[in-house]
């Protein structure tokens, strides 16, 4: 009731015809609306029409009203009616005088019925919206991104030919079809089928090498050969021309393949052959030499066994640029004999380069006697025109010119972790690591000792007992000086240590059931700065110690592959177990993923044949230490945790591990 007397008070109405005046109420109220009707029909247009203000005309009531005035009113005549429901005032009135609270209900109630209606609206058109806006946030959140064919074939396990009693194959990492993953380079030996007894001359037997896709395990490529291969090893950068790859195009890595009898360089991309060589009776790996011949490519130098009885060992050395030879072989006589060690190449603090060899001896050799003596050139190239006063006082008198660091050696290798691995590559990153290091030296008497390359004597010394492998090396404290992991196996016992590289005492050790296989050890590099130690070994030995059963049991023996952290000296995370024998095994890195693959050959017995399956298996470590067998030690009194870790615990830190190259 009050909006409608509002509305009357505020409109213009008309005046009564006998008391001559202006009556709003009764305007208002009345029934008449034609008046209204006829103001909004015959509304006036560009100041013309009936009654306009702006000429002379007839006298009218509504003449005193502007055309603004009018346009105020229709305003507040549409928004009256909305606001009151679209028919307050012009309805029938129930009591004669105008609208009454029944109609100011109803309009109250569908102007809340309409405002319902528009809030239901928004609501069903925002609640798709946010459950969608929702879905794709959380999509983009809790789904991983897919990283690769790397992240989904973390292993896999490939059949290779046939494998001979526990004679390992030579195998090399290398990414030879530029995926960024590092592929596997493996000799493979096939015995044809139509004749299961071997001839003197071997003439059933195939022989190749063949290039693993390091990510599926699929074959890349295969080279055929006459014989069998001893060494493989890849990193050469040289330009000799071929026809799978365009001149302009930076040239192909190369892989050298040795026999025992020549050297074959061919393309690490397709397989093909760049050149071949005689090399008579090879006896080492190709050691990668500084450029002797100026043509911006280092030479190699391999130790072979000549051809008459007289000298013991001879250095050769071939181009790396076409394999040609360089001069003469360079003989030597050595007063002991044993296992070949080395050669390996020093370069020590003021760059003169001498070369470590050996049969059951440790001896050192300037390169630049060799190439003098190889070549009879007095004029020698800039590489070659240094010489080190502390190395030439350990000279001998006599007319080998070799300086004698050990006797009675087996093992020699450099003190750098994550390279005990790669010490077939030929790349100049791994060279410059292994050439500026000290020395790990294993005797025949199981002593291991550490020599210090700056001036040729042994830091230290341990002895141990029935040491059958080459030590792996890794960091497990954090003095910055690489640790040694030991094995060995006595007695049906095998005792695995860590010697402390800096001090030669021993940091940890634990004693299994020996596995029957002879296996070395190996170390991943974490990206915190410490190594994750791998092994083989049987079952932890009980503390009865009493083994006798287990060895002499004729069932198959379960060989375990541990893998030990220096963050939890008293655990060991079981990363595979199996009854295949194991011959070799190689780490390869993904940098991307911040992972590493154990690659493993082994020996599957086949039913039926006296000769074994060669499989290659790549596992995935950060993939193993997900679903890994937790073996705990007990709690070593060294360790300085207080507290036995937790389940919990341990599964969140090893799955948190991440790796990288040394």
């Given at each position: 009731?009050?909006?409608?007397?509002?509305?009357?008070?505020?409109?213009?109405?008309?005046?009564?015809?006998?008391?001559?005046?202006?009556?709003?109420?009764?305007?208002?109220?009345?029934?008449?609306?034609?008046?209204?009707?006829?103001?909004?029909?015959?509304?006036?247009?560009?100041?013309?029409?009936?009654?306009?203000?702006?000429?002379?005309?007839?006298?009218?009531?509504?003449?005193?009203?502007?055309?603004?005035?009018?346009?105020?009113?229709?305003?507040?005549?549409?928004?009256?009616?909305?606001?009151?429901?679209?028919?307050?005032?012009?309805?029938?009135?129930?009591?004669?005088?105008?609208?009454?609270?029944?109609?100011?209900?109803?309009?109250?109630?569908e102007g809340k019925k309409a405002k319902a209606r528009g809030a239901i609206r928004t609501t069903a058109f925002l609640l798709p919206l946010a459950c969608?806006?929702?879905?794709?946030?959380?999509?983009?959140?809790?789904?991983?991104?897919?990283?690769?064919?790397?992240?989904?074939?973390?292993?896999?396990?490939?059949?290779?030919?046939?494998?001979?009693?526990?004679?390992?194959?030579?195998?090399?990492?290398?990414?030879?079809?530029?995926?960024?993953?590092?592929?596997?380079?493996?000799?493979?030996?096939?015995?044809?089928?139509?004749?299961?007894?071997?001839?003197?001359?071997?003439?059933?037997?195939?022989?190749?090498?063949?290039?693993?896709?390091?990510?599926?395990?699929?074959?890349?490529?295969?080279?055929?050969?006459?014989?069998?291969?001893?060494?493989?090893?890849?990193?050469?950068?040289?330009?000799?021309?071929?026809?799978?790859?365009?001149?302009?195009?930076?040239?192909?890595?190369?892989?050298?393949?040795?026999?025992?009898?020549?050297?074959?360089?061919?393309?690490?991309?397709?397989?093909?052959?760049?050149?071949?060589?005689?090399?008579?009776?090879?006896?080492?790996?190709?050691?990668?030499?500084?450029?002797?011949?100026?043509?911006?490519?280092?030479?190699?130098?391999?130790?072979?066994?000549?051809?008459?009885?007289?000298?013991?060992?001879?250095?050769?050395?071939?181009?790396?640029?076409?394999?040609?030879?360089?001069?003469?072989?360079?003989?030597?006589?050595?007063?002991?004999?044993?296992?070949?060690?080395?050669p390996l190449l020093h370069e020590t603090a003021v760059g003169a380069y001498y070369i470590l060899f050996g049969l059951g001896t440790v001896e050192a050799?300037?390169?630049?006697?060799?190439?003098?003596?190889?070549?009879?050139?007095?004029?020698?190239?800039?590489?070659?025109s240094i010489k080190d006063p502390i190395w030439e006082k350990q000279r001998k008198t006599n007319k080998s010119n070799l300086i004698h660091l050990s006797?009675?050696?087996?093992?020699?290798?450099?003190?750098?972790?994550?390279?005990?691995?790669?010490?077939?590559?030929?790349?100049?990153?791994?060279?410059?690591?292994?050439?500026?290091?000290?020395?790990?030296?294993?005797?025949?008497?199981?002593?291991?000792?550490?020599?210090?390359?700056?001036?040729?004597?042994?830091?230290?010394?341990?002895?141990?007992?029935?040491?059958?492998?080459?030590?792996?090396?890794?960091?497990?404290?954090?003095?910055?000086?690489?640790?040694?992991?030991?094995?060995?196996?006595?007695?049906?016992?095998?005792?695995?240590?860590?010697?402390?590289?800096?001090?030669?005492?021993?940091?940890?050790?634990?004693?299994?059931?020996?596995?029957?296989?002879?296996?070395?050890?190996?170390?991943?590099?974490?990206?915190?700065?410490?190594?994750?130690?791998?092994?083989?070994?049987?079952?932890?030995?009980?503390?009865?110690?009493?083994?006798?059963?287990?060895?002499?049991?004729?069932?198959?023996?379960?060989?375990?592959?541990?893998?030990?952290?220096?963050?939890?000296?008293?655990?060991?995370?079981?990363?595979?177990?199996?009854?295949?024998?194991?011959?070799?095994?190689?780490?390869?890195?993904?940098?991307?993923?911040?992972?590493?693959?154990?690659?493993?050959?082994?020996?599957?017995?086949?039913?039926?044949?006296?000769?074994?399956?060669?499989?290659?298996?790549?596992?995935?470590?950060?993939?193993?230490?997900?679903?890994?067998?937790?073996?705990?030690?007990?709690?070593?009194?060294?360790?300085?945790?207080?507290?036995?870790?937790?389940?919990?615990?341990?599964?969140?830190?090893?799955?948190?591990?991440?790796?990288?190259?040394?």
């Open positions: 009731m009050a909006a409608a007397l509002s509305r009357a008070l505020k409109l213009p109405g008309k005046k009564g015809s006998q008391l001559g005046e202006y009556d709003p109420l009764t305007q208002a109220d009345s029934d008449d609306d034609s008046e209204e009707d006829d103001l909004v029909l015959n509304y006036p247009r560009n100041g013309l029409g009936r009654g306009s203000c702006l000429g002379s005309g007839a006298t009218d009531t509504r003449c005193g009203r502007t055309r603004l005035q009018e346009e105020d009113y229709l305003e507040e005549e549409e928004e009256d009616e909305r606001r009151d429901g679209q028919g307050m005032g012009k309805g029938p009135r129930l009591d004669g005088t105008g609208g009454g609270a029944g109609s100011e209900q109803v309009g109250d109630e969608a806006t929702l879905t794709v946030l959380l999509c983009s959140f809790l789904v991983p991104c897919k990283q690769g064919e790397t992240q989904n074939l973390p292993q896999w396990e490939v059949q290779l030919g046939d494998t001979g009693g526990v004679t390992s194959p030579p195998l090399t990492l290398w990414d030879v079809d530029g995926d960024g993953m590092e592929d596997l380079l493996i000799a493979v030996i096939k015995i044809s089928n139509s004749s299961q007894q071997i001839s003197s001359q071997g003439n059933n037997k195939e022989y190749s090498v063949v290039a693993l896709r390091g990510v599926s395990g699929e074959t890349i490529w295969s080279h055929s050969l006459k014989e069998t291969a001893t060494s493989l090893q890849c990193g050469l950068q040289i330009a000799v021309p071929d026809d799978s790859t365009p001149q302009r195009e930076a040239p192909p890595p190369v892989c050298l393949l040795i026999t025992p009898s020549h050297l074959t360089a061919i393309n690490a991309s397709s397989g093909k052959t760049l050149w071949k060589v005689p090399a008579g009776k090879v006896e080492s790996q190709a050691l990668a030499v500084p450029d002797l011949q100026g043509d911006g490519v280092p030479d190699l130098l391999i130790a072979t066994l000549p051809a008459d009885k007289d000298p013991d060992l001879c250095l050769v050395l071939h181009s790396g640029m076409t394999g040609s030879l360089i001069g003469q072989p360079v003989n030597f006589t050595l007063s002991a004999q044993g296992k070949l060690i080395g050799v300037s390169l630049r006697d060799i190439y003098k003596n190889a070549t009879g050139r007095t004029a020698l190239p800039a590489s070659l006797s009675g050696s087996e093992y020699l290798l450099p003190l750098v972790a994550g390279v005990c691995n790669n010490l077939n590559n030929l790349d100049p990153q791994s060279n410059r690591n292994v050439s500026h290091s000290d020395w790990v030296l294993l005797s025949s008497n199981s002593t291991v000792s550490i020599i210090r390359q700056r001036d040729i004597h042994t830091d230290w010394a341990v002895n141990s007992s029935a040491i059958h492998s080459r030590p792996a090396v890794g960091h497990f404290n954090d003095d910055g000086v690489p640790d040694l992991l030991i094995q060995q196996s006595a007695n049906g016992v095998r005792k695995v240590q860590i010697i402390d590289g800096a001090k030669g005492v021993c940091l940890w050790e634990a004693e299994f059931v020996c596995p029957r296989l002879v296996l070395e050890g190996s170390s991943i590099l974490t990206t915190a700065g410490q190594s994750v130690f791998l092994f083989w070994a049987g079952d932890l030995l009980p503390p009865s110690r009493n083994v006798t059963k287990q060895v002499s049991t004729p069932e198959p023996v379960l060989r375990r592959l541990f893998l030990l952290h220096p963050a939890y000296p008293t655990i060991l995370q079981q990363l595979m177990s199996t009854t295949d024998t194991a011959l070799t095994a190689i780490v390869s890195y993904q940098e991307v993923q911040k992972d590493s693959s154990y690659v493993v050959v082994l020996s599957r017995p086949v039913s039926g044949l006296g000769l074994g399956a060669q499989v290659v298996k790549s596992l995935s470590v950060k993939a193993a230490l997900t679903s890994a067998l937790t073996v705990r030690l007990g709690q070593d009194s060294k360790s300085s945790a207080p507290l036995t870790p937790t389940d919990f615990q341990i599964n969140k830190f090893f799955r948190q591990l991440s790796f990288r190259q040394q």
